[in-house]
């Protein structure tokens, strides 16, 4: 096997995991026009990871004012 068919087997390995992994997070119909479309939607799944994101971001935002406050007092 020569560098260029690994490369290629590795890149349509990735782009089918790819495919794989949003099939899970976004439903899109088959008359979509593009991603701006209306009708594209998050699955259960998606809105899940979606809402566990939102959660993560706030609760490290908390963390950061949280040790802000704890080494520069005067700030606060």
Do not use: H, K, Q
């Amino acid at each position: 096997m020569d560098i260029y068919t690994l490369l290629t087997n590795i890149l349509a390995e990735l782009l089918a995991l790819t495919d794989r992994t949003l099939d899970e997070w976004v439903n899109i119909p088959a008359n979509a026009t593009g991603p701006l479309d209306p009708n594209v939607t998050l699955t259960t799944t998606g809105i899940s990871l979606v809402g566990y994101i939102g959660t993560l971001a706030t609760e490290t935002a908390n963390l950061l004012c949280t040790i802000a406050r704890t080494l520069f007092p005067a700030i606060a």
